[in-house]
């Protein structure tokens, strides 16, 4: 099971252009109940 979510990071101009990073954040869970790992995220641009 997972889900999704968007993160923008931003910077100051440069050259009169902002720097911006947009990116999509998959939200996964582990559904075993003996596993230590509840919620991992992953990036992917």
């Known amino acids: ?3 999704t ?3 923008r990071l931003a910077d ?3 050259g009169g252009q902002p720097g911006l ?3 999509t954040v998959r939200r996964l ?3 075993n109940t ?4 509840r919620l991992s995220n ?3 641009g």
């Open 29 to 31: 869970f582990c559904e």
């Open 42 to 44: 992953r990036s992917r």
């Open 5 to 7: 979510y968007g993160r």
């Open 12 to 14: 100051t101009p440069v």
């Open 21 to 23: 990073v947009e990116l």
């Open 34 to 37: 003996g596993c230590g790992i």
């Open 1 to 3: 099971m997972h889900s």
